[in-house]
Each structure stands twice: as C-alpha cells, then as structure tokens.
C-alpha cells in the first residue's frame, strides 16, 4: 500500500503572493491571469483612495466631493504645498498686514507655479503690503503641522524670509486691510495658522544674529 504523496513545505525564503494578506488569493495564479491581478490591484488602490479622501474630508471639514477632486485627480506623486512668509524688521519692530478676519499676519502666501520662492516674495509683500522689498536670507523652513497645529487638506512647508524694504508704502487692495509695525512684547491678535508668537520670535532672534543658521523642521 503507498501513501499519499505529502505537500511541499514552504521555505522559508519563498514569498507570499502581492495578494496575500489583503483578501485575494495566496496561491500563485496561473499563466495568463496578469489582466486580473492588476485588475484587481487597481480596485484595491481605488478603494483605499477613496477611504483616504473620507478620513480627510471628516479631519479638514472640506466636502468630500472636493477633497475628491483635490486629490483623487492626481495622478502624479502628493507633494506638500509651500508658504512663504517675510520677516521685515526695522527699528526693532516687525511688519504686519492685517487680514479680512482683522487678525495679524507676515505678508506673505502660496508659491505660485513657475514663480521661484524670491520672486514669490517679493511680489506677495508689494500686494499685501505695497512694499518694495528685497529678500535676504532665508531664516527657517518649518513643517506647518508641527508648528501651527492646524487642520488642513494639505500638507504645508513655510519659508520664512528676511526682507529689506526699497521703499513703497501701504495701498488699499482685496487681500488686507492694513499694515503696520509691531514689538516683539506688543503683538496684535496672530492668524496663527499663518504664524505664531513662537515663529515671530524666531525672526526677531534670526535678523539680530548674522550668522543665524536655519532650522528646518
């Protein structure tokens, strides 16, 4: 009497299929089934995308309908945005532009597509604060989820940049309302999750010191 032939023992360096794990098959699958496995690859990504879009959507606030057209449309790698913001200092005070909500904030904004962080400065300060300026140094590049502590859709960098005013003065336009020159120990109300207290200290502390290194974190 002869005995059933026994099963193969895996060893120990043979890899499980892709699928294993996540609900598919464990067996490898037979010649000519490469349209399904990516078929089904596909359905996964898709779904854990979707999954991902609603996770946002509930931590941000953003409709899920835009979170969906924010991210689920890109088709190339998620990189963070950046944010550029100013530091002018003179007579040691720094200057401020105050926001449509009247909270306080350093001229600044979005790096626009095909516009370098210089050039992008520049022109938000001569917007906001009708300022002519030329940027010097950069003074520190934080991560805005460490630092500000906000919510958002996105994840951000922001650069701070210490400028030197050409000349210029304030003009009325659609983005803010004022501008003005503050201490360090008599700061207005902060749009915080454009800048903090902490973030201002650093750029008083940074423009007094010429060999200032910045930190980036």
Request: glycine share 6%; charged share 25%; with cysteine.
């Amino acid at each position: 009497m002869t005995s059933a032939p026994r099963k193969p023992h895996r060893q120990k360096n043979e890899r499980q299929h892709p699928l294993a794990g996540l609900g598919g098959r464990t067996t490898k699958p037979r010649a000519g089934g490469a349209d399904l496995r990516q078929r089904r690859f596909c359905e996964r990504y898709q779904r854990i995308r979707t999954i991902a879009a609603d996770i946002i959507s509930q931590h941000s606030g953003l409709p899920a309908a835009r979170v969906a057209d924010l991210f689920c449309n890109e088709s190339g790698y998620q990189t963070p945005k950046l944010d550029t913001r100013a530091a002018i200092i003179e007579d040691d005070k720094i200057l401020l532009v105050q926001e449509r909500d009247c909270r306080w904030a350093l001229p600044g904004g979005w790096v626009d597509v095909n516009c370098s962080v210089r050039e992008n400065i520049t022109k938000e300060v001569k917007e906001e604060a009708g300022l002519d300026v030329v940027a010097e140094r950069i003074l520190a590049l934080h991560d805005w989820h460490q630092h500000n502590g906000s919510t958002s859709a996105w994840h951000i960098c922001k650069i701070f940049i210490q400028c030197r005013v050409l000349g210029g003065a304030f003009q009325p336009n659609n983005e803010t309302l004022a501008s003005g020159w503050f201490r360090a120990d008599a700061l207005p109300p902060l749009a915080s999750e454009k800048n903090n207290a902490a973030q201002i200290a650093l750029c008083f502390t940074a423009a007094r010191d010429p060999q200032w290194q910045p930190p980036f974190d």
